[in-house]
């Protein structure tokens, strides 16, 4: 996808506080954060939403991409929050696939 941001971010065209950089995925800081840690976690294959995965395995490893770096941080005794904003209903602003990692403050339920 030539003009999907976070495809950007994978090629290195543009620039991202990136956290960890692994064979399918990456993690890198959110510019605009809602929370002391909001990281991004997405598959280094575009993916406009979850339901255009074609590939199960991608989400196992997202999944565990979150548990690494959750235990990297040191998040799981106080909490985090993942999220999967999706279509316009659900705030997906992003075309690409990712889930959001929140902590490091109380989070309120529901959201807004
Ligand atoms: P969503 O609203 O769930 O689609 O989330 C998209 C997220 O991407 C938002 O939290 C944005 O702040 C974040 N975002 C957009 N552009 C960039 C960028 N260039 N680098 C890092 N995060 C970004
Ligand atoms: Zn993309």
Not at 5 to 34: L, R, Y
Not at 59 to 82: D, Q, S
């Amino acid at each position: 996808m030539n003009d999907c941001i976070f495809c950007k971010i994978i090629k290195k065209e543009i620039n991202a506080d990136i956290v960890k950089d692994e064979t399918d995925w990456m993690c890198f800081q959110d510019i605009n954060p809602k929370a002391p840690v909001h990281l991004l976690i997405i598959p280094k294959t575009h993916y406009d939403n979850l339901h255009s995965v074609n590939d199960d395995l991608i989400i196992v490893k997202l999944m565990n991409g979150v548990k690494t770096i959750v235990k990297e941080l040191g998040l799981e005794k106080k909490g985090y929050r993942v999220i999967v904003n999706t279509g316009d209903d659900g705030g997906q602003t992003v075309s690409h696939l990712h889930l959001h990692i929140l902590a490091k403050r109380p989070l309120g339920w529901p959201p807004g």
